[in-house]
């Protein structure tokens, strides 16, 4: 596998951690975040034998979310341009950055967040594109953009309305407040919290291993009529689903689970 600065990619099976490797900066985004995200999940959808991912950060923290430092270094005078050439390029940056949650939230292969201590914008951002969230109950969770000076950009505000509701997305973004993970358990930002990272870390390898040991075929589709459904009417996904399952159903592993069914035994999964 390729190495790539910030991310530490651990491979167990059918299943894979991409843990987030800044610790001594409690896994601030500096730019090898942004411009290496697409890459590290491209090498996990390009190896068959990874099923699911579990995303999680090394060290104290989840992540701080974004290295403002190192992003105004690096891109000042992007930031600070006094002409339309360099808004335009401004633009261009941030859907660049833009890209790596895309890829995790449309990847074939399902992710699951697993979040300890801090989770401030960025880190909110990635958590979003995630299928499924978990938390230690030292968790603390904020969409901190309004409190310096920026409209959240990196998918918050695009993706927690269908996970959370608009009321709540609004009021995490308008204030930028942290919330607890009982608070986000409450609103449904994570679905499960646990006393300790050990069995936080435990837990999310369980919830990938159960899904990895399900029919590749399936998971995808699964993910497919999902982001497909987000912006469409009911009908429409309806629609979309059952043109999904008339052309992929029959699957192998299909064939395998009613031959096991009819055999009664646990069918043998291999696609």
Same mark, same amino acid.
């Given at each position: 596998m390729k190495q790539f600065p910030f991310f530490e990619l651990? =491979?167990? %099976?059918?299943?894979?951690? &991409?843990? &987030?490797?800044?610790?001594?900066?409690?896994?601030?985004m500096d730019w090898s975040y942004w411009r290496d995200l697409p890459l590290v999940v491209e090498e996990?959808?390009?190896d068959n034998e990874i099923r699911a991912f579990v995303v999680a950060g090394r060290g104290k923290s989840f992540s701080t979310g974004l290295d403002l430092t190192n992003f105004f270094t690096e891109f000042k005078d992007t930031v600070q341009g006094a002409n339309g050439d360099d808004r335009e390029r401004l633009y261009k940056l941030i859907l660049q950055m833009q890209k790596g949650m895309d890829r995790i939230q449309y990847s074939p292969k399902p992710s699951i967040a697993a979040v300890q201590k801090h989770c401030i914008g960025g880190g909110l951002d990635l958590i979003a594109a995630c299928d499924i969230r978990y938390a230690c109950t030292d968790a603390s969770i904020s969409l901190r953009e309004a409190k310096v000076g920026i409209v959240a950009d990196m998918g918050s505000l695009n993706r927690l309305p269908s996970i959370i509701g608009q009321g709540h997305t609004r009021e995490l973004a308008l204030t930028g407040k942290d919330i607890s993970a009982e608070e986000a358990l409450? @609103? %449904?930002l994570v679905s499960k919290i646990f006393p300790t990272m050990e069995e936080l870390m435990k837990a999310a390898k369980e919830?990938? =291993?159960?899904i990895a040991d399900n029919p590749?075929?399936?998971?995808? %589709?699964?993910?497919?009529?999902?982001?497909?459904? @987000?912006?469409?009417?009911?009908?429409?996904?309806?629609?979309?689903?059952?043109?999904?399952?008339? %052309?992929?159903?029959?699957? =192998?592993?299909?064939?395998?689970?009613?031959?096991s069914f009819q055999n009664r035994k646990k069918p043998n999964f291999n696609t």
């Open positions: 651990e =491979k167990e %099976g059918s299943i894979a951690t &991409l843990y &987030l490797n800044k610790p001594e900066k409690r896994n601030a996990i959808e390009n409450a @609103m %449904g919830t990938a =291993k159960e590749a075929i399936v998971i995808r %589709g699964v993910k497919q009529v999902m982001n497909y459904c @987000m912006d469409k009417s009911i009908p429409a996904g309806l629609d979309y689903v059952a043109a999904w399952n008339a %052309g992929q159903m029959d699957s =192998k592993d299909f064939r395998e689970a009613i031959q």
